[in-house]
């Protein structure tokens, strides 16, 4: 289904990678083990979307909620970022993957930084997919730090608008998401990419996440591109003729 530039295509993916512990529970382990098959549906799926000709891919790894999850298990998302570092780089940096890690780095240890710092730069200069990384993220938090550092610069508030707030949201040098992917089986945001996904179009599946792969994601860009996109505007092609209204000759009802 490679595709590259076709509307049909969403150019960027996010996901929120939902149901790790409830796939170790299932089979006896601790719920770090869930996280850890999740790295390896991770890699998969950025394969995927690369294949297909999905240009961005962004994906929820740690929440600014999660630091209320057990010890244990936030020690084990910690190193087990820097482990997927070391055993996915080199793969990811020849398969032309560009990683960004975005999210609040304050109260994150000084090796996680320096093993986001090495991937960055390993695979900065790689342009067939960017996959940004959601670490210590929350939608909220961005929209905060964006105020804050408008307020640094002395922003005249007449002078403020949507463009200059987004520039200064994290995600600031990718599209919005086209698609808004929850896997898992839960119906709702999280508070991820809460600015940014204002017209994503949204895909829940049950599917707990270490099962995801190639076949659900075609699930979801197959749901896609059923999609009638308006972005606020009247439909082109109404589905029920008699529900539309031209603009010129006002409803019945609104003079009864
Ligand atoms: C939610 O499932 C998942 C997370 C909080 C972590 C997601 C992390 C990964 C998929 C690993 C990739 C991470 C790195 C380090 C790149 P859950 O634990 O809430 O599952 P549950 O709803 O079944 O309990």
Redesign the pocket.
């Known amino acids: 289904m490679r595709e590259a530039d076709s509307p049909s295509i969403p150019r960027h993916v996010a996901i ?10 299932k089979r006896l382990m601790p ?1 770090v083990f ?3 098959a ?2 390896d ?2 890699v998969r799926t950025v394969r995927a979307c690369a294949d297909r000709g999905v240009r961005h891919l962004t ?5 600014s909620e ?1 630091w209320k ?1 057990p010890e244990d ?1 936030v020690s084990g ?2 190193a ?2 820097m ?3 070391a055993k996915h780089m080199a793969a990811l940096r020849e398969e032309g993957v560009r990683v960004r890690i975005v999210g609040d780095r304050s109260g994150i240890s000084a090796g996680v930084i320096a093993s986001w710092d090495t991937i960055e730069a390993a695979t900065a200069h790689n342009q067939r997919i960017d996959l940004y ?1 959601a ?1 210590n993220y929350g939608g909220r938090w961005d929209i905060v730090q964006a105020c804050k550092r408008l307020l640094a610069e002395g922003v005249d508030p007449s002078t403020l608008d949507e463009a200059r707030l987004a520039r200064h949201l994290v995600m600031h040098e990718a599209p919005d998401p086209d698609l808004f992917i929850r896997t ?1 089986g ?1 119906l709702r945001l999280s508070n991820f990419l809460l600015w940014q996904s204002a017209y994503a179009e949204l895909h829940f599946s049950d599917c ?3 099962d995801f792969d190639a076949g659900e994601l075609d699930r979801a860009l197959q749901a896609y591109a059923r999609r009638e996109r308006r972005f606020g505007r009247v439909t082109a092609s109404p589905p029920d003729a008699d529900a539309a209204v031209p603009l010129s000759q006002p409803a019945s009802f609104l003079s009864r």
């Open positions: 929120v990678m939902d149901g790790n512990g409830r796939w170790a529970r719920r869930g996280h850890k999740g790295v549906a991770l994906v929820f790894a740690f929440s999660n999850r298990e998302l910690m087990l970022m482990n997927a570092v990384v670490f898992g839960e707990l996440w270490p």
